[in-house]
Structures are given as structure tokens and as C-alpha cells.
């Protein structure tokens, strides 16, 4: 995966000490990772950089908005995101990234790519359902809710009468259990 070089941090000549990084995050860029789950994307991620004699300290924060659709109507709305990560470079004999937070660069290494972790901090934020706000207040007007809610489980066994069989074969049933 590679996308542009404003996601690769060269911190070979940058001084000890904190770095601020700003990145817009959008739909091209999660296209980029085959993530077409966002009809449309506005995300800003801020990066502290800490810069020390034998590691690096990286803090992520995103906030954005993504677009998705509803998971229920299938209807368009605006989902807010916001989130942060931690992340700690050490340097050892070769690159290990089993840790969540903690990656390995090999000695001598003095450029970091971002964007995978810009990508999976947001990524994860994600709710595994995605329900639009108007479902659950009960101002979204959709033919799909209508038709949803007319095939309902509840709303049909109001309607529908129990064959009296049934009713028999149950007493039967808790007669055997007494």
C-alpha cells in the first residue's frame, strides 16, 4: 500500500523535543485501502510527535464526519468520529509491529509511515451498526421503515390467531411436566 509521501514522517532530521502534524483525511484516502464504506469522508488527525534519544512517542487524535449508510433503511447520514491512538518506536535488530502499541524499527531506519495507523484508528471507531439518528428519535420518514415496520413480528401476531390445536397440543405439553 502506498500512498503519498505526505503520510511518511522522516524524523531523522528533526530535533528532540514535540512535533505537531496535521493531516485532512477524505475519501480518496480510505479508497486508497479498498474501504468503501464511507460514501463520503472529513477527517482531521492532529499527530504529536515526540522525538527522544532512543524512541518515539506518537499521539494520534482524529475528529471528522463520515458518511455511511444506514444499516436498517439504507438511507445516507452524516456519522461524527472522533478518537486517539497511542503509538511507541524503539528500535531493535528488525521490524516487529505484533504490538498494538508498540512498534520495532530496525536500527539505522529513519522514516515512519503513518497512514496505517491514521487508517485504522478511524477504521475502528466505526460502529459495528450504523443506525440512523431519525430511527431512533422517530423523525426519519422512509418507505423502507414503513415497510419494515408493517412486516414486524409484533404487528402480525396481533392479527394472527393461534389454531386452536396448537393451544391443545400445549396443554399436553405442561400436563406431561406437572
Not at 430511527?135 to 409484533?154: T, V
Amino acid at each position: 500500500m502506498k500512498l503519498s509521501n505526505d503520510f511518511v514522517l522522516s524524523f531523522f532530521g528533526l530535533k528532540e523535543g514535540s512535533h505537531k502534524f496535521e493531516y485532512k483525511i477524505d475519501k480518496q484516502f480510505f479508497e486508497s485501502y479498498s474501504f468503501d464504506e464511507f460514501l463520503n469522508a472529513d477527517f482531521t488527525v492532529t499527530l504529536d510527535f515526540v522525538k527522544k534519544s532512543t524512541l518515539l512517542e506518537l499521539h494520534f487524535e482524529n475528529k471528522g464526519m463520515a458518511t455511511v449508510a444506514c444499516d436498517v433503511t439504507n438511507e445516507p447520514f452524516e456519522l461524527p468520529l472522533e478518537g486517539s491512538l497511542d503509538l511507541v518506536v524503539k528500535f531493535g535488530e528488525e521490524f516487529n509491529d505484533e504490538n498494538e502499541e508498540v512498534l520495532i524499527l530496525p536500527h539505522g531506519e529513519h522514516q515512519l509511515d503513518v497512514s496505517q495507523y491514521i487508517y485504522e484508528m478511524i477504521v475502528l471507531e466505526v460502529p459495528l451498526k450504523k443506525i440512523h439518528p431519525g430511527i431512533e428519535d422517530g423523525s426519519l420518514k422512509s418507505d423502507i421503515l414503513n415497510k419494515l415496520e408493517e412486516l414486524s413480528p409484533e404487528k402480525n401476531k396481533e392479527t394472527d390467531k393461534i389454531d386452536p390445536r396448537w393451544e391443545d397440543l400445549k396443554k399436553l405439553l405442561i400436563d406431561k411436566n406437572k
